[in-house]
T-cell receptor, first 111, second 114 residues
């Protein structure tokens, strides 16, 4: 499967702490994206990092990409209860026609 | 903002029924997708469509068909619903910019087949 795999499957932290989620994938990619899904809702695009980029920031989000290890991480700083959601990585694999989504990390931020 | 809507948030059907799930996007995107989402399995692609009347099978097309008669509308059809098709169904449309794609998702339809 070309799906990414997120790690950990579930993460529970206190409000104000940082949350780190990891994604590993198998093929060469054009870019990697992170999406968020609130319970029972659709996915929302958060951030995209190109294969020639190593780090990208957007607000409280920081994404890193290591193409040699085929891995990415998403860091959410100063977490809030409203960050409680599932987070998915998706790879735009070279030569593929669509994105491949991982199985997600369920983040719970405790107020 | 891109808006992707799905006809139902929750649906309950009986085994053997024919089920239609509708998806509409308002951004003139050419590409649309249907996924199902199950615990522990993530999102799995059922079908996608490059343009009107064009469709491609995804990873798990068995038991499903699709229709794309108009650019804004992409329908998923369960020909004869079975209990193993109980799932969350997500529709998405694709936007390309600078050679990169972003997918915009609808809110999902949670289908229960009894």
């Amino acid at each position: 499967s070309q799906q990414g795999e997120e790690d950990p499957q579930a993460l529970s932290i206190q409000e104000g702490e940082n949350a780190t989620m990891n994604c590993s994938y198998k093929t060469s990619i054009n870019n990697l994206q992170w999406y968020r899904q609130n319970s029972g809702r659709g996915l929302v695009h958060l951030i995209l990092i190109r294969s020639n980029e190593r780090e990208k920031h957007s607000g409280r989000l920081r994404v890193t990409l290591d193409t040699s290890k085929k891995s990415s991480s998403l860091l959410i700083t100063a977490s809030r209860a409203a960050d409680t959601a599932s987070y998915f990585c998706a790879t735009d694999a070279t030569g593929a026609n669509n994105l491949f989504f991982g199985t997600g990390t369920r983040l719970t931020v405790i107020p | 903002d891109v808006k992707v809507t799905q006809s139902s948030r929750y649906l309950v059907k009986r085994t053997g029924e024919k089920v239609f799930l509708e998806c509409v996007q308002d951004m003139d995107h050419e590409n649309m997708f249907w996924y199902r989402q199950d615990p522990g399995l993530g999102l799995r692609l059922i079908y996608f469509s490059y343009d009107v009347k064009m469709k491609e099978k995804g990873d798990i097309p068995e038991g499903y068909s699709v229709s794309r008669e108009k650019k804004e509308r992409f329908s998923l059809i369960l020909e004869s619903a079975s209990t193993n098709q109980t799932s969350m169904y997500l529709c998405a449309s694709r936007h390309f910019y600078g050679g990169e794609e972003t997918q915009y998702f609808g809110p999902g339809t949670r289908l229960l087949v009894l």
